[in-house]
């Protein structure tokens, strides 16, 4: 469920100048001045403190064909190689890697280019099996170094020689997460949208439309469509930013790190999903809920986070790398009647239903919608520094998506609505719900309740949310992700419930049975 937000306009960063540093034969890593000293302890504030390049964004996109490619894995440890498997029309190419960040309002900074590299153009692939996957299965075109590349969220730009680019992003995992926040990137989602091959888990080669030929299983062989990381640059891109320039104790990881690792977040002090992480594992959902239940903050920095239920499979290129969700198919799940625990539809659906709210705090509820945010709890510490007042409103700032609290069983308690945004979607009058909620251990939990939240704070005027929003997005992240990073933030921010002031079942279509999808 997502609006198509590579079809918006949206900040790649400023184009200036030609990067740090100039191509080398061979592979070059780091960039003279622009790498740390030997032996200083790292920290995401002394890397940002690293001179930054604004050159990161694509300059000429070209015909879909004329660069693309895949990474061999979607996260790797620091030092850990992985290859790259692209196509061209052109005679050559050339790949650079880009990690993301604040460093100065740069937001990235070039860690490493290669060499010129003979080009070639790979075969198209054709979906194959009853699950009618799309796998590129392209031989390999160089293998990428990370010596000396600190953990964190990257962007690998490929340039053909013909001047076309594409990115393939990438992340550098954190080993460990004690003490830290980690920043999760949403890779099961990015592939469940992901329509290159003609196929996604929403439809097939005839669009929107063609949803009786989709796929039931997508694989991370293959490069995504559009500028090669469009969840990526829309959804989580401007947090990362905003975390890294608090320089704040961050870790990163993937969707697919929280199902391979249940000790990975041991000892973290929070969680970040951010702007559209909706397909989850039952390890992941476990992982992160027993986090939570040992005092780790959870931020839902979107909406319709945890709605899918999904499991994850090997490829021939490696563990992991293949999505499956039968979604409204799921009796065609070969899961089901062996474990239905796993079979893949919607949480809150038969077989073994469980709500995604027990986590989230909230009910996606429908799509598509555009209303104005409103601050109904001024006073609460998340709108500090906002100026914000009762009924202040931020225009469409509310859309496509989006979540609403409801006071069922499922629903953890305490839990406070400090925005009650009214809304009309699919003609049912209701609410949008910004909520967050503590836990016995400590752990505070906060949900935006609206998709448009991470895309509005590049200010750059999209969906028509006026650029001051920033401001106050901006303002509420920055509290959030400070409070968080702190540790248990229910300690200090305990929840005062309110949701009966709201009238929670009031035209509910949720709770009266009336699903608006």
Known sequence: MSEHAWDRRHFLGAVAGAGAGALVAGCSEGHGPGRQQAGAPWSVAAENALPGDRDWGLRRRGTDRAVEGYADRVSVLPGEPLRLHVSTTAAEFRAEAFRMGWYGGAQARKVWSSEAIRGSAQPLPRPTGPTRT?????????????????????????????????????????????????????????????????YSLYHGPGGKDDDGRRSLAVSCDRPYDGDGAPLFTTYEQPAVALAERLGLPLAYATTMDLDRDPELLRGAHGVVSLGHDEYWTPPMREHVTAARDAGANVAFLG???????????????????????????????????????????DWREPPAARPENALTGTLYESNPTTADYVVTEPGHWLFEGTGAGRGTSFRNLVGTEYDRVNSGGNTPRPIEIVAHSPLICRGVRTFADSAYYTMRSGAGVFNTGTMRWVESLTGDGGHGIPPDTARFTSRVTENVLRAFAAGPAGRVHPAADNVEAYHPYDGDPVWAGRDLW
């Open 134 to 198: 799309v796998t590129a299965d392209w031989g390999p075109s160089l293998e990428v170094p990370t010596r000396g590349w600190p953990e964190g969220a990257y962007l690998i730009r490929l340039t053909a020689g013909t001047g076309e680019q594409r990115h393939v992003p990438l992340t550098v995992r954190s080993a460990r997460t004690e003490g830290k926040l980690v920043l999760v990137n949403a890779v099961g989602t990015w592939q469940a949208y992901n329509t290159w091959g003609g």
């Open 303 to 345: 909406a319709n986070a945890c709605f899918r239920r999904i499991r994850l499979e090997r490829t021939a290129t490696g563990d992991r790398r293949l999505v499956v969700c039968y979604k409204t198919d799921w009796a065609l799940d070969p899961a089901l009647g062996k474990d239905d625990a796993a079979v893949t539809t």
